[in-house]
């Protein structure tokens, strides 16, 4: 049984900082692409960052380069989320996905499993 257990998410403070993170099961979590993504209430799932599948670089969406890092611990099945000067606007429930071939990484309907989401508010 596939599964992918978001936790982390939390209330915090404008400027300050969290780190996500996906455990994985039932999957070779090594030969997947694993991905951020996020959802505000009344928008569309927003894609964030990701490893590739073919030669895991990572790609971000240009807006949040240089304050969100992705990382990940294949001998965890673990995938990371570390989110820096925490916005107001960075809250909404985050996601992570695992897609099992090549794929679009900013494609929410590319990918093959999903996580249930963990809520991250920021208060200013």
């Known amino acids: 049984q596939v599964q992918l257990v978001e936790s982390g998410g939390a209330l915090v403070q404008a400027g300050g900082s969290l780190r996500l993170s996906c455990a994985a099961s039932?999957?070779?979590?090594?030969?997947?692409?694993m991905a951020w993504f996020r959802q505000a209430p009344g928008e569309e799932r927003e894609f964030l960052a990701a490893?590739?599948?073919?030669?895991?670089?990572?790609y971000y969406v240009d807006s949040l380069k240089g304050r969100f890092t992705i990382s990940r611990d294949n001998a965890k099945n673990t995938v990371y989320l570390q989110m820096n000067s925490l916005k107001p606007e960075d809250t909404a429930v985050y996601y992570c996905?695992?897609?099992?071939?090549?794929?679009?990484?900013?494609?929410?309907?590319?990918?093959?499993?999903w996580g249930q989401g963990t809520q991250v508010i920021v208060f200013s």
């Open positions: 039932g999957f070779t979590f090594s030969t997947y692409a």
């Open positions: 490893f590739r599948l073919n030669d895991s670089k990572t």
């Open positions: 996905a695992a897609a099992s071939g090549p794929v679009g990484l900013g494609v929410p309907r590319h990918y093959d499993y």
